[in-house]
């Protein structure tokens, strides 16, 4: 008796909550002029995708983004606008220019979305059918395959992360090394 | 007849409802919010209220005082005349700070901590969802958004102190992230798997099939968690984020009434959480409930009736568990003086995260060689036979088992001795400031 199983009322309500909820701050994300109240949206906006997730019963997934980006990134984010900015309401004002160009690729990125949906409706993708859960999955098979077929990727991606880490260390020293000189 | 084992978990159940048709939309919906409000609702307000008066009894008894005491028998109802008085305060919002995202900010904390009870696993089926496959992972992911809460709060409050406790809050919650979830993955590592439930089931059988007795490793992991729950709950000694001798209260100076009470439900359900985690990967959590359990639903004439029974004493010794770790931390804070930012840091980086690597390293290399001997002994296997324990190092295995056992066992017989013999002390000195010795010249 699965949260996200087809046919479940609850789950139709909880997808159309997170769906709404996803919306609405998405919209608050780009509309909102303070770069905080902007980074609290985006707050709403992932965990409401994390919910979304959920409910397709990858809660892996939902928990990933969660401590990724809402619990590491969006911090950070949070972070560095109180480190650097002086007054509270630390403004974001775009030139028309950038809106222009942001408009422009969300409206070819809407369009993408709309001539996929058709055609995944004209190939009969959405029957009536229920959507098949593989609930039990096991997360080692997540690590096996993380291990196992797609090793290179994910070595690589750890070597960069390596240099990324080098470099900070890297950064932090030198420019204390450089104040020491001027002090 | 083991409809409970079958058809799924109690609140799952409660949710969906027992028979084969299902609810309607609206009506699974107030089924929702009925069984948040008649259970986690109260869970979470009484958990609040003991942990309160818990913390101040404990505090009083360590301060040879005797703590809150009027209110109610062992003053157990002073939370709850706190709670009323709270509720009546008058709720101030900065008229300079972002009044908006100060009055969000309570529930961005508190919400988080709540979810993660989902994965909190009471019993064997008395838990949300029995087949959460990352349970432990998704309690982690909760915990690491409820800081977002506190650097809200002290970013709205247009005040210096909150902002400095905000920051110290962020950078510590953001670096001690990574031993508590290495830690736990040394754990999880031992147990094989993330699912809360199953890898408290598989640890029953007797002291020494403890989680935190598998292996030297797990037993190391479990103090480098301890410690780094502790940090990133903000519990003392690493209150950095609302020292109140140096920031006043941190990010919650300019919070009054409730919105400063959601502040501490959220602490003290994160306190739980984190305890719960802890008994359930360390500690055993169901006792030998799990081993009883595992038996009944193999069993084909297993009644549902013996199901609850063992679901109800399981729930009561997950919380014994949990609260004992809970107890500590409140020890702990009261015994500790609160360190520097940059220690803190210090230990986050150059101790705790460089054992957490070793141990993981240990642990992996341990899980290739040894193998772990669970289940009861002399019902199970017996523990005597020699060509069992020859093989493949089962011997090994068992006995650092037991050694650990021996050590941990020790650990807590030294523990309560010492706390037994100064609770001794204090009443002699009780005694003698009583009545005094007259002084002979």
Known sequence: ?183 | MLSMAEAGTFFEQLFFGWGSERPGAVVSVIYGMIVVVVFFMPFVSVLGMICIWGERKVAGHMQNRPGPNRVGPFGLLQSLADGAKCVMKEDLVPELGDRALFRLAPYVAFAPVFVALVAIPFGPELTFERHLNSGLFLILAMLSVEVMGVIIAGWSSHNKWSTFGAMREACQMVSYEIPLGLSLLVGVMAAGTLNVVDMGLEQGGGLHTWGIFRSPFVFLAFFVYFVASLAANKRAPFDLAESDSELVAGYLTEYSGMRWAFFFFAEYTAMFVVGGIQAALFLDPFGLIGYYHNQLSADPQGHWVGMVVLNVMAATIFIGKAGAVILVQMWLRWTLPRPRIDQVLYVCVKVLLPMGCVLLLGEALWQLFVPWRGGIPWKDYNPLSWGDLMKGGTAVGLGVQLALMMVGVGMVVAVVVWVGRSALDAKSVKKRRAEPEAIVV
Do not use: H, W
């Open chain 1, 1 to 183: 008796m699965m949260l996200g199983q087809a046919g479940f009322p609850m789950g139709a309500v909880l997808f159309y909550g997170f769906a709404l909820g996803a919306g609405l701050s998405a919209m608050g994300v780009a509309l909102s002029r303070n770069i905080v109240r902007q980074a609290v949206c985006l707050l709403f906006a992932l965990a409401s995708v994390a919910g979304l997730y959920y409910l397709l019963g990858c809660e892996f997934l939902a928990a990933v983004q969660l401590v990724v980006y809402a619990g590491g990134t969006l911090i950070l984010i949070v972070f560095g606008v109180m480190l650097t900015s002086s007054e509270l309401s630390a403004k974001f004002v775009p030139r028309r220019g950038e809106v222009m160009v942001a408009l422009g690729i969300g409206a070819v990125l809407l369009m993408g979305l709309i001539v996929g949906l058709c055609a995944a409706a004209g190939s009969g993708a959405f029957g009536d059918a229920p959507l098949a859960l593989d609930r039990d999955y096991p997360v080692d098979r997540l690590g096996l395959a993380m291990l196992g077929d797609y090793l290179a990727p994910f070595e690589v991606v750890s070597v960069l992360l390596l240099v990324v880490m080098i470099g900070a260390a890297y950064l932090a020293k030198a420019r204390r090394k450089g104040q020491g000189v001027q002090g």
